[in-house]
């Protein structure tokens, strides 16, 4: 589809597994909160380890029954459809790291729609 291709920004979102918003996990309320404004879609990435802010390193265990390890949520929309996300966002991060990137979206394949 022509409407997802072109001069586009991508945010990234890096936060924990941990997190929560209003009782329910952070990333979830991020992926709602990307639906109800519009955006093209929203994924999220668990990493294998990372080092946050505080030098610690979070990393997976098969053997821990609880774990935190890094999330990273990310979109890809237009500009405009970004910083309004960023703005209803706002509150919700209460630590991590929200970064945004210019990009070029040069080709968007599904099946129900076509190639572009």
């Given at each position: 589809?022509?409407?997802?291709?072109?001069?586009?920004?991508?945010?990234?979102?890096?936060?924990?597994n941990e997190d929560t918003y209003e009782g329910?996990?952070?990333?979830?309320?991020?992926?709602?909160?990307?639906?109800?404004?519009?955006?093209?879609?929203?994924?999220?990435?668990?990493?294998?380890?990372?080092?946050?802010?505080?030098?610690?390193?979070?990393?997976?265990?098969?053997?821990?029954?609880?774990q935190k390890v890094p999330l990273i949520v990310?979109?890809?929309?237009?500009?405009?459809?970004?910083d309004t996300f960023i703005r209803a966002a706002?509150?919700?991060?209460?630590?991590?790291?929200?970064?945004?990137?210019?990009?070029?979206?040069?080709?968007?394949?599904?099946?129900?729609?076509?190639?572009?």
């Amino acid at each position: 589809m022509q409407r997802y291709l072109g001069k586009r920004k991508e945010l990234k979102i890096y936060i924990s597994n941990e997190d929560t918003y209003e009782g329910k996990p952070l990333y979830e309320a991020l992926l709602t909160l990307s639906k109800e404004k519009g955006l093209a879609g929203a994924t999220v990435i668990k990493a294998v380890a990372g080092i946050g802010a505080h030098s610690e390193l979070h990393t997976f265990s098969v053997w821990a029954l609880k774990q935190k390890v890094p999330l990273i949520v990310t979109m890809i929309d237009t500009e405009e459809k970004i910083d309004t996300f960023i703005r209803a966002a706002g509150g919700m991060i209460e630590e991590g790291l929200v970064t945004m990137y210019d990009i070029d979206v040069i080709q968007y394949h599904h099946p129900k729609f076509g190639s572009a």
